[in-house]
């Protein structure tokens, strides 16, 4: 059986999780810290690790900022630019069938536009997708989708971190998050490579899934903000429990190489947990997991390669 390990990083710009948390946006050099100061910092990890990545951007982030000459680099040194839709709707799964495409649609045409190649992949928001953006994507041409996310702890943690926020909205203090959540059937879709079905936590015949990580029986996450947090030994004890997968998908967030100190991040710090460790000692645990994974025998590739490599 192949092993293969793929890297993805999504490019939410700290305005998106203002968002999540119902906060004012930050203003200033502050507000473009993933694209200016993370995105580098992941530049010379993988450099050095001799890593190819897989990053999904939010299209509308090129309108200003540091993101064009961003992702001009990143696509030049041979890392896989996909889709995180156009605009980063939290409920784009809500939204009637015109803006979905046209989220779809357009993120596709302005990121090729942008780097010179088209993308093959997707990742919705929030990781929440269902039948009818599966279609919607499959008519843009996308060959991948990486959305789904099987992972009863993340769902509950989600579900009550929404109901917080809302809870403190209702007495003045700050506004309602903007993130939903997904159907909850979604927990029973397979945790490997799958074609979607319908629905689509179901195997069928339809576009190729690349499930987010999941660890093996207990189904923990498998994604920056529990890697990172877990420190170096823990991070290696989560990458054990990942071995055997034919695909470990490690999904990361810009914000897991951000500082909260160096970044002037400190007003999201108490409300954003990945912000509350140093970028050095975040960066640390992902080489060590990157390590557990080379010594069992994991081959590092971008998705769309992982996608090419699973499509039978």
């Not at 509950?156 to 209702?170: C, D, F, P, Q, S």
């Not at 290696?236 to 897991?256: K, S, Y």
Request: aromatic share 8%.
């Amino acid at each position: 059986m192949q092993r293969l390990a793929a890297v993805s990083i999504d490019l939410d710009e700290i305005g998106c999780y203002s968002a999540i948390h119902g906060l004012p946006p930050l203003e200033g050099e502050a507000a473009h810290a993933v694209y200016a100061r993370a995105v580098p910092r992941f530049e010379r990890l993988f450099e050095d690790l001799g890593i190819p990545a897989t990053f999904f951007a939010i299209a509308a982030d090129l309108d200003e900022g540091p993101a064009p000459g961003a992702l001009r680099r990143l696509h030049a040194a041979g890392h896989e630019i996909a889709s995180h839709s156009l605009s980063h709707l939290y409920d784009l799964t809500r939204q009637d069938r015109a803006t979905q495409e046209r989220e779809v649609v357009a993120s596709l045409d302005r990121l090729e536009a942008a780097v010179g190649e088209r993308p093959t992949g997707f990742r919705a928001p929030g990781y929440t997708i269902t039948d009818e953006l599966f279609e919607v994507l499959a008519d843009a041409g996308v060959r991948y989708d990486s959305s789904v996310f099987p992972c009863p702890a993340y769902y509950a943690a989600k579900v009550a971190a929404i109901g917080a926020i809302g809870l403190k909205a209702r007495f003045g203090r700050g506004v309602p998050s903007h993130s939903i959540v997904d159907d909850p059937r979604v927990l029973g879709a397979p945790a490997d490579p799958y074609r979607v079905g319908q629905s689509y936590w179901r195997r069928g015949s339809g576009l190729l899934e690349l499930p987010i990580g999941v660890t093996r029986g207990a189904r923990l996450p498998y994604i920056g903000t529990s890697v990172v947090l877990a420190g170096d030994r823990g991070a290696d004890l989560l990458t054990r429990m990942m071995v055997g997968r034919p695909l470990v998908n490690l999904e990361l967030h810009g914000i897991d190489l951000a500082d909260a100190d160096a970044d002037g991040l400190t007003a999201l710090r108490p409300h954003q947990p990945d912000l509350r460790a140093t970028a050095a000692a975040k960066e640390s645990a992902l080489r060590a997991a990157i390590a557990r994974l080379r010594a069992e025998g994991y081959r590092f590739v971008r998705l769309d390669e992982a996608a090419a490599a699973f499509a039978g």
